[in-house]
């Protein structure tokens, strides 16, 4: 439960209050905002002008407080990246919903993060000292720090494929492709566990199936079993080779 409230106009006022034991910083609200037993001191970061959106040659850095629609509507949102933005949450949410509280609040079933995953993202974490991570970093260990941004990758090409209950449910297989001008390929699958997994970084695309299959081959819980997810990752990785061939 939020028991305190502060929204500091400078990032050292925030980083000062986020040194308090039981302060969290405040995105969207979203997620921070439901009851809890334990006492929750929100440092509501909206003051601190992190919302923008910004191209920087070849990369796009995304504030931290820039909410999931603001980036799905931006003119520099990559056409790709578009459907795993819809799919990560219905439109009253991705209206408050920051990318940076979705990332550090995702599971592996989220499609946001399995795409920020994919296109080895970096993110801004700013403590004492700061330093710049990646999304694969971040994830398993999910460090406490306050993200100031997240700097995607514009110059390569990307394809996302999905098998989820309906069209709008969050998946329960997703595959997320990269390719660099370089022939670095990166292959990342979602809709399980607690992180999206990781299932291939090489320097050209072959053995890219099995290597989708064998990421998946424990992935059994209540939506699908693994010899399912591993049957149709190879098919999903088909597509998303065809997509940016
Ligand atoms: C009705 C409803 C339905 C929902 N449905 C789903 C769902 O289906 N699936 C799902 O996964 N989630 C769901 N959520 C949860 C929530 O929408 C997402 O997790 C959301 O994307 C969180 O973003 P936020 O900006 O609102 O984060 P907040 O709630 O503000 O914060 C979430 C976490 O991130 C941390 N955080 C926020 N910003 C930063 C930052 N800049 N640096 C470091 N840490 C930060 C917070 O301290 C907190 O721990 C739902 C929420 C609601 C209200």
């Known amino acids: 439960m939020i028991t305190t409230y502060h929204r500091p106009q400078t990032l050292d006022e925030a980083l000062t209050l986020l040194s308090r034991p039981n302060a969290h910083p405040l995105g969207g609200g979203t997620l921070l905002s439901k009851p809890t037993t334990d006492p929750i001191e929100a440092i509501d970061l909206q003051a601190l002008g992190l919302n923008t959106i910004s191209r920087k040659g070849n990369d796009l850095e995304l504030g931290a407080t820039v909410t999931l629609q603001q980036f799905l509507e931006s003119e520099h949102c990559p056409e790709a990246l578009k459907p795993a933005i819809k799919l990560e949450a219905p439109i009253n949410i991705r209206n408050s919903a920051t990318v940076a509280g979705t990332l550090v609040a995702s599971d592996g079933r989220s499609p946001f993060a399995t795409a920020l ?4 993202a970096k993110i801004t974490v700013v403590s004492k000292p700061s330093s710049v991570t990646s999304v694969g970093e971040f994830l398993p260990l999910r460090p406490r720090g306050l993200i100031t941004s997240i700097t995607l990758p514009l110059n390569i090409k990307f394809a996302f494929e999905f098998v989820s209950r309906t069209p709008a449910d969050k998946p329960m297989i997703c ?3 990269t ?11 979602g809709g399980y566990g607690k ?3 990781l299932a291939m970084d090489g320097t050209e695309s072959e053995g890219i199936e099995t290597a989708a299959r064998n990421a998946y081959h424990e992935a059994t819980d209540e939506w699908a079993s693994a010899e399912y ?6 098919v999903l990785v088909k597509r998303c080779l ?3 061939k």
Not at 179 to 185: A, K, L, P
Not at 229 to 234: E, P, T, W, Y
């Open 117 to 120: 995953l994919a296109l080895d």
């Open 195 to 197: 992180s999206p997994m």
């Open 242 to 244: 065809e997509v940016i």
């Open 179 to 189: 390719q660099w001008t370089s022939g670095r390929t990166r292959l990342v699958l």
């Open 175 to 177: 595959t997320a492709l």
């Open 229 to 234: 997810r591993m049957d149709v990752a190879a």
